[in-house]
């Protein structure tokens, strides 16, 4: 099954006038591991971004972050995902669209259903469905500075 999402981008014509610039379903659908695909909606590579100037770099996004700037993307989570344990150099938002799913960290594990808001703060984690259903997953990713803990900088890795 293609994920399939559609991203509506406005804009405003020469006059200042409020438009739509792009509807369509994302062209750009990659999967990084066995069982998890995704999409980047939008992105800039700026922060605060530019409204006069920014381009759709959307297709061009190959990390998980965009340095100096801000990553939308959807992602999906089958049952039994491959794991892969990161870190990123970001603060991030993760909205659970539908589905459920658990992100372990060092230690925890906490359980996320449809509606639950997560910010992750450059912490370490993974995300695994142990579930029978796809987990859809919003994603707002800002480019940040990583925390420094009993004098070491916990880097981003994964």
């Known amino acids: 099954m293609t994920l399939e999402v559609r991203r509506v981008v406005t804009g405003h014509d020469k006059n200042g006038k409020a438009i739509v610039e792009i509807d369509e379903i994302a062209k750009n659908v990659i999967t990084r591991r066995p069982g998890a695909d995704s999409t980047v909606v939008w992105a800039t590579n700026s922060y605060p971004p530019d409204m006069d100037t920014d381009q759709d770099i959307s297709a061009s996004v190959t990390s998980t972050t965009v340095p100096n700037g801000v990553v939308c993307r959807i992602s999906r989570f089958g049952p039994g995902v491959a794991p892969r344990v990161h870190r990123t150099a970001s603060i991030d938002y993760a909205i659970v669209l539908s589905g459920e799913i658990d992100m372990e960290m060092d230690d925890e594990v906490i359980h996320l259903k449809a509606g639950d808001v997560l910010v992750q703060r450059g912490t370490i984690h993974n995300w695994v469905n142990n579930g029978t ?13 990583m925390p420094i803990r009993n004098g070491v900088r916990l880097d981003p890795h994964g």
């Open 133 to 145: 259903e796809p987990c859809m997953i919003a994603f707002i990713l800002i480019d940040s500075k």
